[in-house]
């Protein structure tokens, strides 16, 4: 190890420019000399390299040498870099060895990890690590941040390990080919080495970054040496083919579209190509994500959709590198389709079919990323019988769509500030004709800038975002939109009067933020944030947007010490107010809230929260209809998490909650991980929740007073109770052998009583039914009789019981580097009762028994390097 004085520009900027780094230097070997990668370093070459030994923890206690030793060194040929390191134990036997599925970093082995910062940007890095156990991590930091994680990132390239009885070594061979960097004979690159070990909760770094401090790929050292290799051209072809099987339960011998069995068969590839030095095109033709886990079961009863994240390995790879404010939501693409279709019996497909995808990821120069993606869907139909007719239909609920998005980011100034652009667009093939012209705009467009100014080598932070969106259609979409929960703008007493525009073919909107942030220092940390969106500001064809027409404001004070004491390792204590309004002015939410978080010195964590909602105006609470008051409500959190690093960890978090308006809640959450033997891990985790909500939408219809403009907004309490189980199971044959169960029972229920309607725009309580004139009866069926005067109405049995069942049984292989065997079970379980009464634990079971499907499929890929 040495130290060199580096001036700043002389490979890029940096957000931390001390005036000496670490030094590390790689020593070239001939490729017939390279060493062999199997975790002993008993190769010849490894005893002529000088070992880096010079290490630093920042945990438990920051800033003492490691206590045991490590040393690390470095070899590269003209295809790859090789790591070598030996960590040694404080006693025998001390090194764990619990194998994980890749890239589970959160493991009860150790683990080492080499990041790279292969640009010299001061910002990015590649992190490669292994567990004692053999299980490697990967992934990509495109921040400068240590936590700033994109775990799609996933090369290949070997590692091996060996344990013995004073400690444990570790090979690496990283493929040049799996790095991108710049073109030039040679080659200066940022590094950082660190050894976690969780028995001790020791957290040993080549360049420690203090607790109180900002910053990772900007402090990092220099690993020296490297020179006469050059970018590769780097093309890779990953065929598939699959094949799979729907067994249905409960089927209708009538349903000419279900054999019971449903065979089907599909091939698609995957294709990752060099441009040049430091772009790379990952494509994929006819892609199968058959593999990934169902998302999680809910009931959701409130106005605006539940977003889930992305779970699809070509989406999630660098997805970050597309994200501003929301405008980028890959799951838009081959989502369910839109359109409708009825008959007797339907065959529709759960998604629509991506014919195909690229996207161009990497730098134009050291200072400037670029990430593009494209993506085209398949018309889709719904088959369609008719049993009176014995006809067969087919109906297209999906047209031919492309999607694009780009985003480019520019970075500059002696602190590492960035300044982006970003642009998104949806193309829909819709004829002037096109029935799917009602429910579908042909064309989306959104585009915006953002950026961050970042000051003191990044103490201090101050963002800026601002954005356009445009849609253009039928008028019949355009109304659809206006009146969707994320707009309501057809609201008859809305302030904001203008934006709502039945007749319009197109709609414009706009929106920006700002934040600005104390990031670093011993004690005090602030943040304050504010947003405005406009009430046509739509980005929901590409991107994910819960509710435009807001105004909100955000203001964050913290108080830490991350110095441990007698009885703390580290506390914070949090003070937090919110505000928003619409662009009428309507006071729509204001809170405060006091979070307390204490690390005790057995690393046990306990946090609470109490927080009061004021009482406010919501303008989406009636689905579109006048403005309606919300109540007080309070709240009060707290929970607790063992030491995760441990074989056996706990958790539990609870909430308690009430308003002003009768309503009041509670959810008790817990789980436990253990991982009882080297090769099998389990977690579960229940939950269970109550809650009475006084103001539960149930529907609208006409017939209402003057003051609800002939309307009535028919609200009522709701006893809710949910109960579920997320369940996890793994057995690891070895690092790239596994057999991973998911499965989650799940049930839930909901009473509706005291039914009301809004007598008025902007009232705090309801006219209720059975009351000032009017009758209320429920009917044998749980159909609810009004009586208003001369109006008789009935509402259905809103009542409901769901329980269902979803499971994911895979069996991963990892045969050979890049080529993987999955075999795979899904049971997708459920059903629907109208009753309200409260769930209990047998509910869960009732889920195994119930009707439902299961699919069954075997996929194998073939990594093909061919260039």
Known sequence: MALVVLPAGAYGQTAHPPALRKEARALRIEARAAPRIDGRLEDEVWREVPFLADFTAKQPIEGVPPSAGMRVAFLYDDDALYVGARMEARQPGDVPVRITRRDNFQSTSEAVAISLDTYLDRRTAYTFGVTSAGTRVDFYQPTDAETSRDLGYDPVWEARTTVDSTGWTAEMRIPFSQLRFTDREQQLWGLNINRWVPMRNEDVFWVMVPKNETGWSSRFGNLVGIQGIRPSRRLELVPYGATNATLTGARDPANPFDDGRNLAARAGADLKMGLGPSLTLDATVNPDFGQVEADPAEVNLSAFPTFFSERRPFFSEGNDLLQMAGFFYSRRIGAPPHGTASGSFLDRPQSSTILGAAKLTGRLDPSLSIAALGAVTDREYAQTYDLSSNGLGRVRIEPLTGYGATRMVKRFGPSGSTAGLMLTGVHRDLSSTDPLLAVLTRDAASGGTNGVLRFDGGKYEARWMAGLSYVRGDTAVLRRIQQHSSHFLQRPDARESGYYNPTRTSMAGYTFSWRIEKLGGRHWLWDTWGEVESPTFEINDLGRLTAANDIDAYVDVKYRENQPSRTFYNYSIGLSAKNGINFGGVRQFSSVSLSPNFTWRNYLQTFGQVALDLASISDALTRGGPLMRTPRILRVAGGFETNDRLATSLWGHGEYRNDDLGGWGYSLATGVNARPAGQWSLSIAPQYSRAVEPRQYVTTRSGGSAATYGQRYIFSFIDRSTLSAQLRLSYLLGP??????????????????????????????????????????????????????????????????????????????????????????????????????????GRLWDALGSPGDNFFAVKLSYWLPVL
């Open 736 to 841: 790239d052998l596994s057999l991973e169960l998911y499965a989650e029972p799940f049930s839930a229920t909901g009473r509706y009583y005291g039914f009301g309607e809004l007598p008025a725009p902007r009232a705090r309580t309801l006219r209720v039914y059975g009351t000032e004139g009017t009758t209320l009866a429920r009917g044998a069926d749980g159909g609810v009789q009004i009586t208003d005067g001369s109006d008789n109405f009935t509402l259905p049995n809103p009542d409901f019981n769901v329980i269902s069942f979803r499971s994911n049984l895979v069996l991963r292989w990892e045969w050979r580097p890049g080529s993987t065997v999955y075999v795979v079970w899904q049971q997708n379980r459920s059903r629907t009762d109208p009753l309200g009464g409260l769930v209990g634990p």
